[in-house]
């Protein structure tokens, strides 16, 4: 043995004559079967494959890695190293998000739902609604932001500010996620205790995850995508919590839980999940000095309630409001969802995206990975493979166990493939995912914590420095080869910044003749408008799941296009077919009813509105009776007639309705913040709690100053003595 190279063997690695296997070849050996199992089952051609210059940037991201992980880990606080690593991290975010930064925009499942998010949100924005809980520039108007995870959409807003398109908001938050993904990982890695290249590692793992690309390019899954950043650092806040730290990892815990909630909630159903894993394990297998099994289970609660504490006004109103959507019509409780799992041998099927198409149930396709490929990858998953048979060091009892990660990782995986995934029917919450090939999200997360984890152990920092270097090379590139199709996508929607609204028919952007400083409802228009100067609303196939049940069987559910008569009933002004935009007979958006009577349209009334205040002018002349305005229902509004008191909207063919008197002259109704009860008191609690952290912060803040003052001063005082 050369003096100054330990001798690093893998247990049951033995050679012939004797010899054991060096764990930095092992490592490479893993490495090596990986390439060889993708290059097996490298099928197809992406639809749009990525750029030269896309590859060529990928390939220079390499360099960039390869130069940070080479620096001497005795420069942890170099400015140089700080910048070079923050470039690398930061490149690599552009590289993998490199199909949002070209004209158009990647055809996903979820495109039109998020641009028109996105558009619909800072129009209410622009409106004077600086936080739209209603938004009626979707379907009949619906409560968005109050049930579908709001952070995802804010984090948009600078960039809309800025001026940036609806499509050009969305690139914005693609980009910002992976770059988001890359720095939380890696910094998750180092918060660990591993080498600058273990998180270097394990940030390239995640953020090239084929899993990853797909929630962001195929399915333009903007919720999930972003929520897969917060999925490192919680995973190990909940490691150091359940062993008994408090401080940091217990305020990083609580953010990370709340982040998640705000940001996708399926993502947090499915973290909660892998968390009780790690905290049963971290509560069993080992008891830390001083910090009892009770003790650490009561600082996982205590950190649990003041994250649900602090974000109460936005999960009461869920909870107790759910039941007058369709959500549990589209993820009924018991639902079995084992038909939407994985084949057994898809994970490790290097796939190209050859089209767009939607993933169908095992039972209905011979072939579903055909229309969407659920590659997992080969590389990330031998590499996961062999941090499970990591051997176990002296220092397991300090830092996360990699083998916990990959134990995990595999777990996750297994539960996606049939026919493990009957395991989830019917199981409460984790059963309510829709689709068991979600886990795939957490499961690359645990796979690149595992990796990043276990590299210092194959790949020591001390002895064989020229192999260590050569064999982290080898990493970088055969994780940047196995991920590098799927930088493109399966297909793309057609570029028309500055053309308004457009239909797109067979790849091409046709603009529409529709008047823009008016309030229309429009069916069948799939992108949003390039500006924010419109006054549309897409009426239906949107967000439906946030109707009530009855609208959404009559009016919004997909599988059932109204009839043109239905479609003016609703108050739609344009049907776009065919690239173009056929004229409807729209019903007056005010109706009344006198007693006793039918409800007919007043098509000379006028009203106004905004996004949460809706405003009827009336002549005076009308008898006593019902007014209905042509919006959804839903529990929060209220109304009145002319100076009359505040009371709640009523309820009629679940539209809009007041009850109002003879000679009434205006009606006005408001989405309350004060009705039902759960709104005011979700956010009495939230503002309790945040300031109540809030302050104890501020007093631990002052609490370390002073002792630190303190001293300095006795210090001071001591070395004043000791010259006199």
């Known amino acids: 043995m050369v003096e100054g190279r330990p001798s690093q063997s893998l247990r049951g690695g033995s050679l012939r004559g004797g010899a054991t296997l060096p764990l930095n070849l092992a490592w490479g050996l893993c490495v090596g079967l990986g390439l060889a199992v993708a290059i097996a089952t490298t099928e197809g051609v992406m639809g749009v494959p990525a750029t030269t210059p896309g590859r060529v940037a990928l390939v ?16 942890p606080r170099s400015k140089w190293a700080r910048l070079l690593v ?68 804010l984090a948009a807003w600078p960039a809309q500010a800025a001026g940036a398109s609806p499509v050009q908001s969305l690139a914005w938050l693609m980009v910002l996620g992976q770059v988001a993904t890359g720095a939380s990982t890696y910094a998750a890695v180092r918060w660990a205790g591993f080498s600058r290249a273990a998180g270097l590692v394990a ?40 062993r008994g730290e408090r401080g940091r990892a217990g305020l990083i815990l609580g953010l990370s839980a709340a982040l998640l909630l705000l940001v996708h909630v399926l993502s947090l159903v499915m973290a909660s999940f892998v968390a009780a894993l790690i905290v049963l394990v971290s509560l069993f297998r080992s008891q830390p000095r001083g910090a009892s099994r009770a003790r650490r289970l009561g600082g996982l609660l205590l950190t649990v309630v003041l994250a649900a504490g602090a974000t109460t006004a936005y999960w009461l109103p869920v909870v107790t409001e759910v039941g007058a959507t369709s959500v549990s019509r589209i993820s009924p409780p018991g639902r079995a969802i084992s038909p939407y799992a994985v084949a057994p041998l898809e994970p490790i099927q290097r796939r190209a995206w050859e089209r767009y198409g939607v993933r169908k149930k095992l039972t209905d396709s ?3 990975g055909a229309s969407m490929p659920l590659y997992f990858g080969c590389v990330l998953l031998a590499l996961t493979l062999a941090a499970g048979f990591r051997p176990r060091s002296s220092e397991d009892d300090e830092r996360p166990d990699p083998r916990l990660w990959s134990l995990l990782a595999l777990l996750s995986l297994a539960l996606t493939l049939a026919p493990c995934a009957r395991l989830l029917d019917g199981l409460p919450l984790l059963g309510r995912i829709m689709f068991p090939w979600r886990l795939y999200g957490p499961a690359s997360v645990l796979a690149a914590l595992a990796v990043g984890c276990a590299l210092d152990r194959f790949l020591p920092s001390s002895g064989w420095p020229r192999r260590r270097l050569a064999i982290l090379a080898l990493t970088f590139a055969a ?42 409802r429009i069916e069948g228009v799939k992108m949003p408008p390039s500006d924010y100067g419109w006054r549309v609303a897409k009426s239906r196939r949107i967000f439906a799941e946030y109707m009530s049940p009855p609208l959404r069987s009559a009016y919004g559910k997909r599988t059932r296009p109204p009839t043109v008569q239905a479609s003016e009933n609703f108050h739609a002004s344009y049907r776009v077919r065919r690239g173009r935009a056929e004229a409807l007979r729209p019903k007056p958006y005010v109706r009344f009813r006198a007693e006793k009577g039918r409800y007919v349209g007043l098509a000379e009334v006028r009203w106004e509105r905004s996004p949460e205040v809706i405003r009827v002018y009336l002549s005076g002349d009308l008898p006593a009776g019902n007014l209905r305005v042509t919006e959804a229902w839903f529990p929060g509004w209220v ?25 009434a002259r205006m009606v006005e109704f408001r989405y309350s913040m004060t009705q039902p009860w759960d709104r ?42 000791g010259t006199n």
């Open 479 to 520: 994780l940047g080869w196995d991920s590098a199709p799927y930088l493109g996508a399966a297909a793309r929607l057609p570029d028309y910044e500055g053309q308004g609204l457009v239909a797109i028919q067979a790849g091409v952007a046709h603009p529409l003749d529709i008047p823009r400083d008016r309030f229309l």
């Open 639 to 663: 109304a009145r007639a002319d100076d009359q008191p505040w009371t709640r909207a009523l309820r009629s063919k679940h539209l809009l309705a007041v009850s109002i008197p003879a000679g």
């Open 60 to 75: 220079f991201s390499g360099l960039l890695l390869m130069g940070a992980s080479a620096l001497p880990e005795r420069l």
């Open 366 to 368: 011979a072939d579903p």
């Open 203 to 242: 940030a390239v793992a995640l953020v090239l995850a084929p899993y990853h690309l797909l929630d962001q390019t195929f399915r333009v899954a903007l919720a999930e995508t972003l929520a897969i950043p917060i999925l490192p650092l919680f995973f190990v806040a909940v490691w150091k919590v359940a």
């Open 86 to 153: 923050g470039m690398a991290v930061v490149f690599l975010g552009f590289v993998a998000a490199q199909d949002f930064l070209r004209p158009g925009i990647s055809h996903g499942h979820d495109v039109s739902f998020h641009a028109w998010g996105l558009w619909s949100t800072w129009r209410c924005v622009l409106d004077g609604d600086f936080y739209p809980r209603w938004n009626p520039y979707l379907s009949l108007g619906i409560p968005l932001l109050q049930f579908y995870s709001p952070l995802g959409y």
């Open 680 to 721: 005011p008191v979700g956010l009495a609690v939230s503002v309790a709690v945040s300031c109540s952290l809030l302050g104890l912060w501020w007093r631990r803040r002052r609490a370390v100053n002073g002792s630190l003052g303190d001293q300095v001063e006795l210090a001071a005082s001591r070395l004043d003595q």
